[in-house]
């Protein structure tokens, strides 16, 4: 099993800047893509930022140039720096992973898909 753990989100005026962080940890063999998500009261969960292993990213249109995903694969982490906050940001943000598990010494690795418990970010106008 691989567990994910969030830190870092709370309440921050308009304008504002909050740094999650996202640390993954149990049986890993290999993480790939790290990413998060959000969700709102009463709407579906939404893509905020992905990145590979390789340092690839990718945002939607509505944070792009306000947040910045990084990740430090010694550290099996994964970082959300939001800046310029808006009320719209509003919502319980979840980390995700997926990579490969090991298994036993005669079988290969097993993929995984993970999310943390989640944490609220609240912006006030």
């Known amino acids: 099993q691989v567990q994910l753990v969030e830190s870092g989100g709370g309440l921050v005026q308009a304008g504002g800047s909050l740094r999650l962080s996202c640390l993954a940890s149990?049986?890993?063999?290999?993480?790939?893509?790290m990413g998060w998500y959000r969700q709102a009261p009463g709407k579906q969960r939404e893509l905020v930022a992905t990145?590979?292993?390789?340092?690839?990213?990718n945002y939607p249109d509505s944070v792009k140039g306000r947040f910045t995903i990084s990740r430090d694969n010694a550290k099996n982490t994964v970082y959300l720096q939001m800046n310029s906050l808006k009320p719209e940001d509003t919502a319980v943000y979840y980390c995700?992973?997926?990579?490969?598990?090991?298994?036993?010494?005669?079988?290969?690795?097993?993929?995984?898909?993970?999310w943390g418990q989640g944490t609220q970010v609240t912006v006030s106008s």
């Open positions: 995700n992973a997926e990579g490969f598990s090991p298994t036993s010494p005669a079988s290969p690795p097993r993929p995984f898909g993970s």
């Open positions: 990145i590979t292993s390789g340092g690839s990213t």
């Open positions: 149990g049986r890993i063999f290999r993480l790939n893509t």
